[in-house]
């Protein structure tokens, strides 16, 4: 049954979005929908990433609300650092993490928090997956940084997922 529905509930959730977005119900929808439904997951079975594991669920709340204080600390003060800009401009700078973390599933959740947190953007990871190329900002300390970063993020993530 798996080979044929590799993935049920994307299949249920394909036909039912495709029947919202054409607003109808008629039997040529219905059927349309569910020819998307059944081979949309077939066809990119090969795409899906690999099972996810978590080893300490616990850390997931923690990492949340961690992440979450960051985004409104940082939100104040690239707020701040572009009404101040004039004055005393940022001091934008590349930096290279050194990373630990080697899980797919680690490494997107890490990509996707480094997305959200504001004043960050990665950049560029290493074919090995042991630096991370960041853009910040405004970097006062680079040792700080990169320490923050990694116990912030990348340890519970670890701790999740290895």
Same mark, same amino acid.
């Given at each position: 049954? @798996?080979?044929?529905? &590799? $993935?049920?509930? #994307?299949?249920? $959730?394909?036909?039912?979005? =495709?029947? +919202?977005?054409?607003?109808s119900?008629?039997?040529?929808?219905?059927? #349309?929908? /569910?020819?998307?439904?059944?081979?949309?997951?077939?066809?990119?079975? @090969? #795409?899906? &990433?690999? &099972?996810?594991?978590?080893?300490?669920?616990g850390?997931?709340?923690?990492?949340?609300?961690?992440?979450?204080?960051?985004?409104?600390?940082?939100?104040? /003060?690239? %707020?701040?650092?572009?009404?101040? %800009?004039?004055? !005393?401009?940022?001091?934008?700078?590349?930096? @290279?993490?050194?990373?630990?973390?080697?899980? %797919?599933?680690?490494? /997107?959740?890490?990509?996707?928090? !480094?997305?959200? +947190?504001?004043? !960050?953007?990665?950049?560029?990871? $290493?074919?090995d997956?042991?630096?991370?190329?960041?853009?910040? =900002?405004?970097? $006062?300390?680079?040792?700080?940084f990169?320490?923050?970063? @990694? !116990? /912030?993020?990348?340890?519970?993530?670890?701790?999740?997922?290895?």
């Amino acid at each position: 049954m @798996k080979r044929l529905f &590799p $993935a049920p509930w #994307l299949s249920l $959730a394909l036909w039912v979005l =495709w029947l +919202v977005l054409n607003l109808s119900l008629s039997p040529g929808n219905l059927v #349309l929908g /569910a020819i998307l439904g059944f081979c949309a997951p077939l066809m990119m079975r @090969k #795409l899906r &990433p690999l &099972p996810i594991r978590i080893r300490r669920p616990g850390v997931i709340l923690r990492l949340f609300l961690r992440v979450g204080l960051d985004v409104l600390v940082s939100n104040l /003060a690239v %707020a701040w650092g572009v009404l101040n %800009a004039g004055r !005393t401009p940022p001091r934008s700078r590349f930096i @290279k993490v050194p990373l630990d973390l080697r899980d %797919a599933n680690g490494l /997107a959740a890490l990509s996707m928090i !480094t997305t959200v +947190v504001p004043g !960050t953007v990665w950049s560029e990871l $290493a074919l090995d997956r042991s630096i991370l190329l960041l853009h910040v =900002w405004d970097l $006062a300390d680079e040792a700080s940084f990169i320490e923050h970063f @990694k !116990t /912030a993020y990348e340890r519970p993530l670890m701790e999740i997922f290895e």
